[in-house]
């Protein structure tokens, strides 16, 4: 069982929105600007597109972009492209200083 | 540019002893910057972190792992390496190295391809 909990799937038709949530707890998300995403086509290693909640890497697309509320951080990738079809997960640092994972998030672009 | 590249046997018979080491390229791990870490991903499953070092030796390692795991770092190859002792059928995953970003961001900037550990007799 994973530390955080994600949606298992998401979907959306090209140019279309769509959000991806992760929910922690006061110990992890709660506690600390520390969120980070992760893309993961198939067959290989995970990207980072979005650390420290809300900041993304030089060369990752602004229609990938992160936000937090409480306990609970969210993906929002605008614009859905087909090549955007992949696993999605989220980490937070916790509070034992671990990093936690999320489950994952397939997004499939229909 | 600073490449990670895991290799170690692919095939580790269950109660043995996994070991892999991650040899990183293009770049020194002897920098104050960036820890260094290992993440599995069992077969079609999710990311699990397992833990990191720092080239000093430091470490932070999964508390669901800790009396398992040992993580070491050999400056004069670098390189960094795990152990994971006992192993059975669950610890069959992809093994990725990565370099997590310090001064207490904690994020992975860059990974590793991966390898694949199977547990089986």
């Known amino acids: 069982q994973s530390a955080l909990t994600q949606p298992p799937s998401v979907s959306g038709s090209p140019g279309q929105s769509v959000t991806i949530s992760c929910t922690g707890t006061?110990?992890?998300?709660?506690?600390?600007?520390?969120v980070s995403w992760y893309q993961q086509p198939p067959g290989t290693a995970p990207k980072v597109i979005i650390y420290?909640?809300?900041n993304r890497p030089s060369g990752v697309p602004d229609r990938f972009s992160g936000s937090k509320s409480g306990n609970t951080a969210s993906l929002t990738i605008s614009g859905l492209q087909t090549e955007d079809e992949a696993d999605y997960y989220c980490s937070s640092h916790t509070k034992g200083n671990t990093l936690a994972f999320g489950g994952g998030t397939k997004v499939t672009v229909l | 540019h600073l490449q990670l590249q895991e290799s170690g046997p692919g095939l580790v018979k269950p109660s043995e002893t996994l070991s892999l080491t991650c040899t990183v390229s293009g770049g020194s791990i002897t920098t104050n910057d960036y820890w260094w870490g290992w993440i599995r991903q069992p077969p079609g499953k999710g990311l699990e972190w397992i833990g990191i070092?720092?080239?000093?030796?430091?470490?932070y390692y999964n508390v669901s792992l800790k009396s398992r795991i040992t993580i070491s770092v050999d400056t004069s190859k670098n390189q960094f390496s795990l152990k994971l002792t006992s192993v059975t059928a669950a610890d069959t995953a992809v093994y990725y190295c990565?370099?997590?970003?310090?001064?207490?961001?904690?994020?992975?900037?860059?990974w590793g391809r991966g390898a694949l550990v199977t547990v089986s007799s």
């Open positions: 990565a370099r997590q970003y310090g001064y207490g961001k904690w994020y992975l900037d860059l």
């Open positions: 420290e909640v809300s």
């Open positions: 070092i720092f080239y000093s030796g430091s470490t």
């Open positions: 006061s110990s992890d998300i709660g506690n600390y600007n520390l």
